[in-house]
């Protein structure tokens, strides 16, 4: 992750190291070496995709991208965007990435809450699916992602209760995810709180660029607002389909690129709004190619 940029963008050296300074904690020899289940640990993943967003971010802006006319986050993500968008700065979103993170971890005793992606039902019948494997315990459907694409999350039982429904009620796959925490679900809502009381600590601006929230695919403008749907955001399902149809819909989108290491969101955005091109910025090869289109373009 991030290792081909590092040659040709300086800022990406720069934000790793502004990473570790703030943090007090090696994360790049974590990405690079692991050991992989410390770096799966959310405590670890949080605040090393973060940094690896804000990077890519900082590497278009940098290389001369076009300023965006609306962004969007998907659950950790939105952090990233907060800093792309002026709302707060780098290093308190590690901070605050670094305290949600522990604060998820601490909520549910490690291995007691899991998540699992459900490929091929409808999200009326995942979320009938969570109703019917939950019994006592917490099961939900917490990302919709892209049509037939929903993550469930809640206690581990519950979880692997509905693995074994899922394919019997129509669903063409459903796997574990190697996360150590239930994102998104009841589980989370201690933490709702302690982050609000977070937030009162760290200065917070309005949006330069728009920003469309998971909790409710809505941009706001008033930080009381931001700061509430961010708080919510950590207990509640990310709106990814609907927030999708959002750029499409209020803000005349032409075109989309992915900030970040890898190519999952531009392919989930590619089954949500298939008339729209969708771009990853994952190597400098990709960066380069979509500089020069949005540069022919304007």
Same mark, same amino acid.
């Given at each position: 992750?991030?290792?081909s940029?590092?040659?040709?963008?300086?800022?990406? $050296?720069?934000?790793?190291?502004?990473?570790?300074?703030?943090?007090?904690k090696?994360?790049?020899?974590?990405?690079?070496q692991?050991?992989e289940?410390?770096?799966? /640990?959310?405590?670890?993943?949080?605040?090393a995709?973060?940094?690896?967003d804000?990077?890519? @971010?900082?590497?278009?802006?940098?290389?001369?991208?076009?300023?965006?006319r609306v962004?969007?986050?998907?659950?950790?993500g939105?952090?990233?965007?907060?800093v792309?968008a002026?709302?707060?700065?780098?290093?308190?979103?590690? /901070?605050?990435?670094?305290?949600?993170? /522990?604060w998820m971890?601490?909520?549910?005793p490690?291995?007691?809450?899991?998540?699992?992606?459900?490929?091929?039902?409808a *999200?009326?019948?995942?979320?009938?699916l #969570?109703?019917?494997?939950?019994?006592?315990? !917490?099961?939900q459907?917490v990302?919709f992602?892209?049509?037939?694409?929903?993550?469930?999350?809640?206690h581990?039982?519950a !979880? *692997?209760?509905?693995?074994?429904?899922?394919?019997?009620?129509?669903?063409?796959?459903?796997?574990?995810?190697?996360?150590?925490?239930?994102?998104?679900?009841a589980?989370?809502?201690?933490?709702?709180?302690q982050?609000?009381?977070?937030?009162d600590t760290?200065? @917070?601006?309005?949006? /330069?660029?728009?920003?469309v929230h998971?909790?409710?695919?809505r #941009?706001?403008?008033?930080?009381?607002?931001?700061k509430?749907?961010l708080?919510?955001? !950590?207990?509640s399902?990310v709106?990814?389909v609907?927030?999708?149809a959002?750029?499409?819909?209020?803000?005349?989108?032409t075109?989309?690129?992915e900030?970040?290491?890898?190519?999952v969101?531009?392919?989930?955005?590619k089954r949500?709004?298939?008339?729209?091109?969708?771009?990853s910025?994952?190597?400098?090869?990709r960066?380069?190619a979509a $500089?020069k289109?949005?540069?022919e373009?304007?």
């Amino acid at each position: 992750m991030l290792e081909s940029f590092t040659d040709h963008y300086p800022c990406v $050296l720069e934000t790793l190291s502004e990473t570790a300074e703030t943090l007090g904690k090696p994360l790049v020899q974590l990405i690079r070496q692991g050991p992989e289940p410390d770096l799966n /640990r959310t405590e670890n993943t949080q605040p090393a995709m973060l940094a690896a967003d804000v990077a890519i @971010w900082r590497a278009w802006c940098n290389a001369g991208g076009p300023a965006p006319r609306v962004l969007a986050g998907h659950s950790l993500g939105e952090y990233a965007a907060l800093v792309a968008a002026g709302v707060i700065r780098f290093a308190d979103a590690l /901070r605050l990435v670094q305290s949600r993170a /522990r604060w998820m971890q601490a909520a549910v005793p490690e291995g007691a809450g899991a998540m699992a992606a459900v490929i091929g039902l409808a *999200d009326e019948a995942v979320i009938e699916l #969570c109703t019917h494997c939950a019994a006592d315990q !917490v099961l939900q459907a917490v990302n919709f992602n892209a049509p037939g694409q929903v993550v469930v999350a809640g206690h581990r039982e519950a !979880v *692997d209760r509905l693995l074994q429904a899922a394919r019997p009620a129509g669903a063409r796959m459903a796997k574990i995810l190697p996360v150590s925490v239930p994102a998104h679900s009841a589980l989370m809502e201690p933490v709702a709180q302690q982050l609000r009381e977070l937030f009162d600590t760290i200065q @917070w601006q309005r949006p /330069r660029i728009p920003l469309v929230h998971n909790v409710d695919a809505r #941009c706001h403008d008033e930080i009381d607002q931001i700061k509430d749907s961010l708080a919510r955001q !950590v207990c509640s399902p990310v709106l990814w389909v609907a927030s999708m149809a959002q750029l499409a819909q209020q803000h005349t989108v032409t075109s989309v690129l992915e900030c970040g290491p890898g190519q999952v969101l531009t392919g989930l955005g590619k089954r949500c709004l298939r008339e729209l091109p969708f771009q990853s910025l994952a190597d400098p090869e990709r960066l380069g190619a979509a $500089l020069k289109q949005a540069k022919e373009q304007t």
